[in-house]
């Protein structure tokens, strides 16, 4: 089975810290994505990545960065944490190009900004 | 702008009370709809995709069919164990990317 792992269940930081949301897949999975999930408003991609050391802007990108060094890590990093930023965090990844929707999710990351 | 509207936002069900879950997608030239569960404290689930009109898929109690403005998940004598929020997301042939909706949470009542 695939097997998405999200370095943190929760996390609660203070506004203006750094914030690193770390995303692990173990089955070589090209595609790997970062969404925030919200109550009402569905979820929302933030940034995607297509191969390593690359990355794309999704639908909410303002705020945040990421990272991805190797096929099987992508990193999201909050440069400044907001309070708006509390959410919850969904890493995914997906198979080859072309199987990019058949998304696999990690657990989740409940992100508190106080 | 692509869309996907989900409802109801919340169902309850007895054991055993078939019904159906709603996805309305305006999206320009429909590449693929997609159906996710999500269990509480889990991120979602793979269930179906469904890429033309007049397409169904199948498993266990749920079917998925798929129309040219709208999908449906019926859900045929659910258990508890059925109890989860639904999601659906389309992808159009001009977004790189999937749409989601807000999702239906489903609660089946023994």
């Known amino acids: 089975d695939v097997k998405v792992t999200q370095s943190s269940r929760y996390l609660v930081k203070r506004t203006g810290e750094k914030v690193f949301l770390e995303c692990v897949q173990d089955?070589?999975?090209?595609?790997m994505f970062w969404y925030r999930q919200d109550p009402g408003l569905g979820l929302r991609l933030i940034y995607f990545s297509y191969d390593v050391k690359m990355k794309e802007k999704g639908d909410i990108p303002e705020g945040y960065s990421v990272s991805r060094e190797k096929k099987e890590r992508f990193s999201l990093i909050l440069e400044s944490a907001s309070t708006n930023q509390t959410s919850m965090y969904l890493c995914?990844?997906?198979?080859?190009?072309?199987?990019?929707?058949?998304?696999?999710f990690g657990s989740g990351t409940q992100l508190s900004v106080l | 702008e692509d869309q996907v509207t989900q409802s109801p936002e919340a169902l309850r069900l007895q054991e055993g009370e078939s019904s159906s879950l709603n996805c309305s997608y305006t999206?320009?030239?429909?590449?693929?709809l997609f159906w996710y569960r999500q269990d509480p404290g889990k991120g979602p689930e793979f269930l179906f995709t469904?890429?033309?009109a007049g397409e169904e898929k199948e498993k266990e109690r749920l079917k998925a069919t798929l129309t040219k403005k709208e999908s449906f998940l019926h859900i045929t004598a659910p258990k508890p164990e059925d109890s989860a929020t639904y999601l659906c997301?389309?992808?159009?042939?001009?977004?790189?990317?999937?749409?989601f909706g807000s999702g239906t949470q489903l609660t089946v009542l023994p």
């Open positions: 997301a389309a992808r159009s042939g001009s977004a790189r990317q999937l749409t």
């Open positions: 469904l890429y033309s």
């Open positions: 089955m070589d999975h090209e595609n």
């Open positions: 999206v320009s030239g429909l590449r693929g």
């Open positions: 995914a990844s997906s198979e080859r190009p072309g199987e990019r929707e058949k998304l696999f």
